[in-house]
């Protein structure tokens, strides 16, 4: 079993900057990559960065650029710092992984951009 806890979500004027975090627990030595999602309302849930144990990162067009994902092997955590953060950024952002093909999500954590 694997827990994922996010935090550092947020109200944010669209500009602004935003970091979440995710902290693993549990069985993580059978973790490798771990991932972002997002889902607004209304929407289907979408990928929006990985980053693998070696460190190797891939992100949704809609937010190169402006994200960056990273992880703490150390600290078994994973973050998202957020960029110029836009309107259309609003959305829950969920933290997920796999182990042993068992797909694990957090618990999500809102972000919301407005003026």
């Known amino acids: 079993q694997v827990q994922l806890v996010e935090s550092g979500g947020g109200l944010v004027q669209p500009g602004g900057s935003l970091r979440l975090s995710c902290a693993a627990s549990g069985n993580i030595f059978s973790i490798d990559a771990m991932a972002w999602y997002r889902q607004a309302p209304g929407k289907q849930r979408e990928l929006v960065a990985v980053i693998t144990s070696g460190g190797n990162t891939n992100y949704a067009d809609s937010v190169k650029g402006r994200f960056t994902i990273s992880r703490d092997n150390a600290k078994n955590t994973v973050y998202l710092q957020m960029n110029s953060l836009k309107p259309e950024d609003t959305a829950v952002y969920y933290c997920?992984?796999?182990?042993?093909?068992?797909?694990?999500w957090g618990q999500g954590t809102q972000v919301t951009v407005s003026s």
């Open positions: 997920n992984t796999e182990a042993k093909e068992i797909i694990y």
